[in-house]
């Protein structure tokens, strides 16, 4: 069963406005979320991360929320620009009694339009 | 240049053949992890070490699979009697063992003919 689900498969906006992106999770072991950018023929590249004891973390023009009773995170970026385009991935992590696995959604694509 | 790196990028293989793929992870990162990812899906766990030690294995590694990481250092992933189901991006990561964040490598793309 997918633990972690992006429902989105893609997504679409326009440069200078607000990307979000959404997640959803099913376990509640996991405590640590993280999202990832993928371009084309490279590997994950981590962009933001949240633990459960917070709800919101910021790191310049991303931001990423947590609803631990809804079990969903969105990232959000502002605004947004055509390098942003690339699948981005979320992930969770179970951190206590485990190995921190990271369990990844199936991704979304952003495209960013001029 | 301190990041992950992974040999070969691409690999063709005929069925039954073996395959070996390498991992160099970050210098001062203890912990390293192999994902496998298909058309589609996101990165999917296959085993980690800690140090020279193999904590955990997924049900996804068959019996035809084997890694390694003799030193601590870099790791291999071996695929025996490669199968068509076996094509894939296999993707390495690595991390401190005081943080949860992963840094990924390039993957090494794995096609079976």
Not at chain 1, 6 to 28: A, F, K, M, W
Request: charged share 20%; net charge positive; hydrophobic share 30%.
């Amino acid at each position: 069963d997918q633990q972690v689900k992006q429902n989105s498969p893609s997504l679409s906006v326009q440069e200078g406005r607000i990307s979000i992106l959404n997640c959803d999770y099913t376990n509640s072991m996991f405590d640590y979320f993280l999202w990832y950018k993928k371009y084309p023929a490279e590997g994950p590249t981590f962009l933001i991360s949240i633990s459960s004891i917070k709800d919101k973390n910021e790191d310049g023009r991303f931001t990423v929320f947590l609803n631990k009773s809804a079990k969903h995170l969105s990232l959000h970026i502002v605004p947004s620009q055509p390098g942003d385009s690339a699948v981005y991935f979320c992930a969770a992590a179970r951190t206590q009694g485990g190995s921190e696995k990271l369990v990844f959604g199936k991704g979304t694509k952003l495209t960013v339009n001029p | 240049d301190t990041g992950v790196s992974q040999d070969p990028r691409h690999k063709i293989t005929k069925r039954g053949q073996n395959v070996t793929f390498r991992c160099d992870p970050i210098s001062e990162h203890n912990r390293l992890y192999w994902y496998r990812q298909t058309l589609g899906q996101g990165p999917e766990f296959l085993t980690y070490f800690q140090n020279e030690a193999q904590l955990e294995k997924s049900r996804l590694l068959s019996d035809r699979f084997s890694a390694e990481r003799p030193k601590g250092s870099f790791s291999t992933l071996e695929i025996q009697r490669t199968e068509q189901g076996d094509s894939a991006m296999y993707l390495c990561a690595s991390s401190l063992s005081v943080q949860y964040e992963q840094y990924f490598g390039p993957g090494t793309r794995l096609t079976v003919t």
